[in-house]
């Protein structure tokens, strides 16, 4: 039997939904990118592409990731996604949609920074990429990820990582005292 009569392995789909508020880029960078590097090292099949869902007023919800599998791996595939670092709500979900995997351990923080309301002088003098360098720092070694959107009225700075009551008290005192979190928004997202 030569190598061009080799039967073709069976594929079948699914999907990963990633509970993060991720730019498509990002959605590249953190999940298609290093999933398609396991994917082609473990020969389990491919990562199809993916999308970002947006919410009507514009900011990121979540992510799906397509992914084209081969039957045969599906074990070793739902393995790798649980240890995969992901936001809770997280789901693997196979092609028939009646086997789903919840997965993700990490928790996110929303801090939504006013973009109409404050001093002109606020805008003029503080940097929102010092915000971010700070509440990085601030949050430590637990930050998994940070993403952004920027909208007409405010400006969104998501933050995932182990604990969101250990990042929204690490980060009190800065957003009390910097100016440009004046009036701002905290919601944990996942």
């Known amino acids: 039997m030569g190598i061009f009569n080799k039967k073709p392995k069976a594929t079948a789909m699914a999907t990963l ?21 396991f994917f082609k090292k473990g020969r389990l099949g491919v990562v199809d592409g993916g999308e970002t869902l947006y919410a009507e007023e514009g900011g990121p919800i979540n992510c799906n990731i397509n992914i084209n599998y081969y039957i045969d791996k599906k074990d070793i595939i739902i393995q790798l996604m649980q240890k995969l670092p992901a936001p809770v709500g997280s789901v693997l979900t196979f092609a028939d949609g009646e086997e789903k995997y ?17 001093d002109n002088s606020v805008y003029e003098t503080c940097d929102v990429n010092y915000v971010v360098d700070e509440i990085s720092d601030l949050i430590g070694d637990e930050l998994a990820f940070f993403s952004h959107w920027r909208g007409d009225k405010e400006t969104a700075l998501y933050f995932y990582s182990t604990s969101f009551e250990q990042m929204k008290s690490a980060t009190e005192e800065f957003i009390k005292t910097y100016p440009l979190c004046q009036k701002c928004r905290i919601e944990q997202i996942a």
């Open 17 to 37: 939904t990633v509970n993060a508020r991720l730019q498509p880029e990002e959605r590249y960078e953190f999940y298609e990118k290093q999933l398609s590097k």
């Open 102 to 118: 919840e997965l993700g351990d990490f928790e996110g923080m929303a801090i939504y920074l006013n973009g109409t309301e404050l």
